[in-house]
């Protein structure tokens, strides 16, 4: 094999003491992030599969520079170079293509997520490493060697058409996404004059919100390409080889393009809510009085979760977490005028799927109001803003027919409503093919968070107290419900909401009461009337 006139084909650029230390730390910020990638359920399908595909190579990066140097060479050959070369660019190309996605929904909006599904995205990103072994090898190409590969450094590697063409394109890549970034933040000040002219002003939480993206848009993109675009542009054959200031540049770049790895769960998982509860449980793990609080407070986000899949579709419920009984404003926004949309609202609760649905159409602003339109086909029509909820009934995949009690009345019931494109029946309604343009969870509870639940064991009444707050005196009420036995609240729980003192009382079936409904006297409800 030819060494291309050098005497020392084994060099290195970085030794092992930089590299090893660099790449600990990516691999371990990047391991912690996939594990937190992978127990997310709430994160789109788009965001999950990249920012895994990112994840993975940004960890096989750091694993190849963990393992010494020594382990690589093959008949005086360093490959290290090639496999953290592949990693580098499946890492680069994946970053483009999360811009790419973004870019994309913006422009073609519901008509792009017809085309992008899971299977697709993940054949792009199976393609990113098929490819990034190709230019991994044409990066290094040289024909006078015996393999067609050079052996040295990128920066030794003589320059020809093959590796020019190469460097040339993996430039173009990072310089296409200041062309996106230029292109979302057009599309992000395009979004408050379209906001302005639908509503007449635009509030300070809506510019503020705005302003928030294009910084991130900023922070995003700026780190990418000062990271990268340096180190690629000393591969470049501005300065000879053998000139000391373009080998330090070279080895300074180097490190931070390889560091970029590091920088990347900051900014493309971290950054996620979902994400960060996640990573939060995996560090404080041995907590477990703050673990418990921070599930707490995941549960309560969950009430105002909203997750807008095309871009400036908003679904928003008011009041997105109240009693049982109450009516709240379903309404959606951003969407083309006469759009035909369907909102689908489904809940489970005991293993129990139930769901409904109500086909609107927007009006030439592209608002959809529940309160206000009516509903043309689905589980209800008219003008109903409650008709999501009163009409659910058992989803086709439950042939059971059980009802839906609510048992635990402390937890809420936890309803998700989906914004669908066009108008469905309900055959056609659980199609898993079908992708909501937006969706929210919102809570509906029974128990208002203020009432004083006391579990009542006095002689042989076993039962509930339910106690609204303040003095009183509060008229009472005595609950006796359930004749499969046991104790229910959930009937109780919300007449305490209204103000009433409930007495939520078991006769049969419930610890040590009879067992069978023919064992109880009608004594025993007598002597509870007196109970205080």
Known sequence: MSWEGFSKPNKVVLGDTIQIPIGIVITSANLLSFVALYRCSRLSFQI????????????LIGVSMVLPARIYYINNCLYKKYIASAFLVVSSLTITMINLDRCLAIHYGIRYYTYMSKKVLTSICVAFWVLSMVLSYLMYFNPNSE?????????????NSVTIAVSVFLVLNIASNVVM???????????LHVYHYRYGHVTDKYRDQQTIVI????????????????????????????????????????????MNSAINPFLYVWRLQETRYQMKRLLCFWNRSYTEKLEQRNKADTATYSFTIMPGVR??????????????DIRLEGLPPNERVTIKASVKEGGIPMSSYGCYT????????????ASLEGTYTGVEPMGLFWSLKWEPSYTRRGRMIKYDVDTPLIVTLFV???????????????????????????????????EVKHGSTRGSLFIPPGHGPF?????????????????????????????????????????????ITFDYFIVRTTFS
């Open 48 to 59: 999950r599969i990249l920012a895994i595909n990112l994840c993975v190579s940004d960890i």
């Open 147 to 159: 393999f067609g590969v050079s052996c040295q450094p990128i920066m030794y590697v003589p320059k």
């Open 181 to 191: 970034f230029t292109y979302l933040v057009r599309a992000v000040r395009k979004s």
């Open 215 to 258: 910084q991130k848009l900023v922070v995003i993109t700026g780190c990418f390409i000062a990271c990268s675009l340096p180190y690629m542009i000393t591969t470049f054959p501005i300065l000879g080889s053998d000139i000391p200031s373009r080998k330090r540049a070279h080895i300074v770049t180097s490190i931070i393009f390889t």
């Open 315 to 328: 679904i928003s419920v008011d009041p997105q977490e109240a009693l049982i009984d109450e009516e709240v």
């Open 362 to 373: 927007a009006t030439e602003r592209g608002i959809v109001s529940v309160r206000d339109q």
């Open 420 to 454: 669908i494109d066009g108008h469905y029946s309900w055959k056609n309604l659980f199609d898993p093919s079908i992708k909501p343009l937006a969706m929210i969870e919102v809570r509906r509870r029974y128990k208002h968070k203020s009432i004083r639940r006391i």
């Open 475 to 519: 008229p009472g009420v005595i609950d006796i419900m359930g004749a499969t036995g046991g104790l229910l609240h959930y009937r109780g729980a919300l007449l305490a909401s209204k103000g009433f003192v409930v007495l939520c009382l078991s006769y049969y079936k419930y610890e040590d009461l009879p067992k069978k409904p023919e064992d």
